[in-house]
């Protein structure tokens, strides 16, 4: 009886190996990363988080109706932008034709790329040169083409236009010395007493990598420069990590705010408490809705975000479409992106759901503008914006931005020290 | 409970195997023992599938690496390299080493803390859901509420609690950051370990105390035997067997949190970070060779606390086999 374990598991061993032999040794030929053709055609697959608003299933069946034999399913992934990227990760590995065209979040570009998961775009076939510009840029990885641009997102200042009335300030402040004048006048108002002055992010997520990107390139700084090499160590980084720091120190912004998420710094501004706050324009919608949720229905308006001497640099969200390198169909992907990042789906899309386009000449849309007052807002703000660093090893690079700056605001290490940390930190996760 | 079932069946059909064997020719015990092996033949390959494959399956995949190197176009270089025992050498240097031993102190920390917690409370849950009282029914089944809720979702309902305006806060009369990264979030973390996992222990904890005879409380009544003694001389003995498993079961659990901190407090949190945790970031930016080696490093480190647990405390883990042990040495001491 003794001997039967030994002898599974020696079965199991040896599964193992050959199981594991399998996938190291695959050929790398089929990956289209030099920009190959991309043939074949017939049905594909769409691979993207939830339809929410089930108005990516009515684009798709508008394609269907007109392709019946190149047909398009749609494949829902979790909620959680991870998860998502998990999932992608997995059939990319497994190199699997299960997925063809991708909903790519705009920071993962660089991982999928320089891991050989997508096929070049062929930029002479895409119109990129409507969309807004800062937008594309979020699809290239090396000069090179591999996502083409369907939605975009900046991060707004949104501002109770009834306290600034009150306090006598006209217009929405351009620089943050302006914007804390705005607040002592706000503060000295009967109505001022338990609003917070400003917020934005810094909860330890994802958010708080916007926020840091948002503060050092506002400075003209960078995070990682244009040779992408970190720079995190030069004086306009550091200067606007400690407009951030300050701000935390100095009680314009709540302690609290440590704590809070996307969602929690939205209840915050929803409740009347917060003059300032910098928020992406999906909360323009839901703060208006006037069913109870909101207190600030009507009081409010969006501004670009302020920087030290006139108008800061947002960073980028959005989504991109990217075709799996080990997909079937190619042409019919190439085409059905073609057909989603078209003026016409972008406007039915966006009013369908609050998505911004990347399209420049919806943002001048009277309709578009009917239904989203902020878009000329957004426009400039997305014009003037930066994306997150463009690196390979994007899930490290944040987690270190993440803990250097978080420590810094949480008063753990000094700003100095903290960003030197991360100079080195940032130093060894880009060096090839 | 355990020793009911222990005992009952040692106690009738040993002697009478054991009587039957003398009579019965060699060949045949050898067929019984080759019947013996074909029938468990399929538990134990599919425990060799579900439990050995993954586990020397994820040893091999520590010894690997893949994707870490960029070319000059900044691609990723393709393959797996063998790199040895690389991924645990790199687990101990560096950043990465104050991380792991950051993670492994908040591992044994919160196992330490929260175990403790939990035996106490779960004892007294124990002797009170024991009592004969009007509405013991509602108790046992109020005390087992926690347990039944998934982690993840305490997890979110302790997050409201702790959040910046939440009931903690209203409660205490206190601005506390408790989801924030400190001493705080640690505190959070255990109070809702606790809060879910005492039921646990008071659940074993009440069905060894249903075992213990009431002669003997009688007994030690009638020679004059205070609540304080009958409970430190009787019941804790008696129901140390089951305690220990018990305590054995949660120590296991703790050394491998991971839903609790990471949905109430955050990932990448150095004050609730733990060592699964480690491996699942790891995971997470497709390094397999690196998180395997975490994995593992825990592995090793469950099984170490495990055995000494065993061997220190005699957990009464395998009880069975040890009896019978015992059992075959006054058998062979009789003989002599």
């Known amino acids: ?432 | 409970m355990a020793t009911t079932v222990k005992n009952r069946p040692d106690a009738v059909p040993r002697p009478a195997a054991g009587a039957r064997r003398g009579r019965r020719p060699k060949g045949d015990a050898q067929s019984s023992r080759r019947l013996a092996a074909v029938l468990l033949s399929p538990t134990l390959l599919v425990l060799a599938l579900v439990v050995g494959y993954p586990v020397i399956a994820g040893f091999r995949e520590s010894l690997y690496s893949r994707g870490q190197q960029l070319d000059a176009d900044g691609f990723v270089v393709e393959g797996e390299r063998f790199v040895g025992l690389d991924n645990y050498t790199a687990v101990f240097s560096g950043d990465r080493g104050d991380a792991f031993w950051n993670a492994f102190y908040n591992t044994t920390f919160f196992t330490v803390t929260t175990v403790a917690l939990e035996t106490v409370i779960g004892v007294v849950m124990a002797l009170i859901m024991h009592q004969a009282f009007r509405g013991r029914a509602f108790v046992r089944a109020s005390i087992l509420v926690p347990w039944a809720i998934p982690t993840a979702i305490s997890g979110l309902l302790w997050r409201w609690i702790f959040q910046h305006d939440g009931v903690a806060n209203a409660v205490l009369r206190q601005q506390v950051l408790w989801t924030a990264d400190g001493l705080e979030s640690k505190i959070a973390v255990i109070i809702a370990e606790v809060w879910k996992t005492s039921p646990f222990i008071g659940l074993l904890v009440l069905a060894g105390l249903q075992m213990i005879p009431r002669e003997v409380y009688e007994a030690a009544r009638v020679d004059g035997a205070g609540p304080l003694q009958r409970f430190w001389r009787i019941t804790l003995p008696l129901v140390k067997p089951t305690l220990l498993v018990a305590v054995l079961f949660r120590m296991l659990d703790a050394l491998r949190m991971f839903d609790l901190p990471a949905v109430l407090i955050g990932v990448n949190k150095d004050s609730v970070e733990t060592l699964t945790m480690l491996s699942w970031f790891e995971a997470n930016n497709v390094r397999y060779g690196s998180a395997a080696a975490y994995a593992t490093i825990l592995f090793v480190y469950i099984a170490v606390i495990a055995y000494l647990f065993v061997r220190l405390l005699g957990a009464d883990i395998i009880g069975q086999a040890k009896q019978t042990g015992k059992q075959r040495q006054t058998r062979k001491k009789a003989k002599a």
């Open chain 1, 1 to 432: 009886m003794r001997r039967t374990p030994l002898v599974s598991v020696l079965a199991g061993l040896a599964l193992a190996l050959t199981a594991c032999g399998g996938d190291g040794d695959g050929d790398t030929t089929t990956a289209g990363s030099g920009g190959g053709e991309l043939t074949g055609r017939g049905p594909i697959t769409l691979v993207s988080g939830k339809d929410r608003s089930g108005n990516m299933q009515k684009m798709v069946d508008g394609w269907n109706a007109a392709h019946p034999n190149e047909t398009v399913r749609i494949i829902e992934l979790p909620d959680e932008p991870n998860d998502q990227r998990q999932q992608m990760i997995q059939n990319a590995t497994t190199r699997s034709d299960a997925y063809t065209v991708l909903n790519l979040d705009v920071v993962w570009t660089a991982e999928f790329a320089a891991n050989r998961w997508l096929a070049e775009l062929p930029k002479n076939q895409l119109d990129t040169a409507k969309l807004l510009p800062a937008t594309v840029t979020t699809g290239e990885y090396r000069g090179r083409l591999y996502a083409m641009p369907l939605t975009s997102d900046s991060g707004l200042l949104f501002y109770r236009t009834d306290l600034l009335k009150k306090a006598g300030v006209s217009e929405p402040p351009k620089t943050w010395a302006e914007m804390w004048d705005a607040c002592d006048k706000v503060k000295k108002l009967p109505e001022g007493k338990g609003v917070d002055c400003y917020l934005t992010e810094v909860g330890k997520t994802e958010g708080l990598t916007v926020t840091a990107a948002e503060a050092i390139n506002s400075t003209g700084g960078n995070i990682v420069d244009a040779s992408g090499k970190p720079a995190v160590n030069t004086p306009q980084a550091k200067e606007g990590v400690d407009f951030l720091v300050n701000a935390i120190k100095d009680g314009r912004m709540p302690k609290a705010a440590l704590t809070l998420d996307g969602e929690g710094g939205r209840r915050h501004f929803q409740a009347g408490k917060l003059l300032f706050h910098r928020q992406w324009p999906y909360q323009y919608g839901l703060a208006n809705t006037d069913d109870g949720s909101s207190k600030v229905v009507g009081k409010f308006a969006v501004a670009p975000i302020p920087g030290p001497n006139g108008p800061g640099a947002a960073n980028l969200g959005g989504h991109n479409y990217a075709i799996s390198a080990f997909a079937k169909n190619k042409a019919t992907a190439l085409d059905f992106i073609k057909y989603m990042a078209d003026e016409k789906q972008q406007k039915a899309n966006s009013l369908a759901t609050s998505q911004a386009p990347t399209v420049a000449a919806l943002y001048d849309d009277p309709e578009m503008i009917k239904k989203y007052p902020y878009l000329p807002t957004l426009k400039a703000a997305i014009q003037n914006a930066k994306s997150r660093p463009v690196v390979v090893r994007y899930g490290d690079v944040t987690a270190a931005i993440q803990g250097s700056v978080y420590d810094a605001l949480g008063g753990k290490t000094p700003t100095g020290q903290a960003m030197t940390d991360l100079q080195n930190k940032l130093t060894e996760l880009t060096t090839p």
